[in-house]
Nanobody
Framework: QVHLVESGGVLVQPGGSLRLSCASS????????MTWYRQSPGKEREFIAT????????NYADSVKGPFTISIDKAKSTVNLQMNSLKPEDTAVYYC?????????????WGQGTQVNVSS
């Protein structure tokens, strides 16, 4: 059974930092691009960052370039999101996604999300 479980979401003050993690199991980690998304009430789901599992190439949304860093720990099948200089507008549910890199079997998996609240 496939599982993606996010953790690390908590209440943090503006300007603070958080590190989110997404531990995955049930699939071949190296065959999936790992991506973070977020969604705030009343807004569409927003792409945050993605990383290729073997090349480690990354891509970021313009809104988070600099403050946010995505990384993976292949040994632990885990993707992380380091979030610095947090702002109230970063408040959202953050979701982990694994998208298959194999064109013969296109599919994706989603985690349950973790709540991040940035407020004073």
């Amino acid at each position: 059974q496939v599982h993606l479980v996010e953790s690390g979401g908590v209440l943090v003050q503006p300007g603070g930092s958080l590190r989110l993690s997404c531990a995955s199991s049930g699939f071949t980690f190296s065959n999936y691009a790992m991506t973070w998304y977020r969604q705030s009430p009343g807004k569409e789901r927003e792409f945050i960052a993605t990383i290729h599992p073997t090349s480690l190439d990354t891509n970021y949304a313009d809104s988070v370039k600099g403050p946010f860093t995505i990384s993976i720990d292949k040994a632990k099948s885990t993707v992380n999101l380091q979030m610095n200089s947090l702002k109230p507008e970063d408040t959202a549910v953050y979701y982990c996604n694994g998208t298959s890199l194999l064109r013969t079997t296109p599919h994706a998996y989603w985690g349950q999300g973790t709540q991040v609240n940035v407020s004073s």
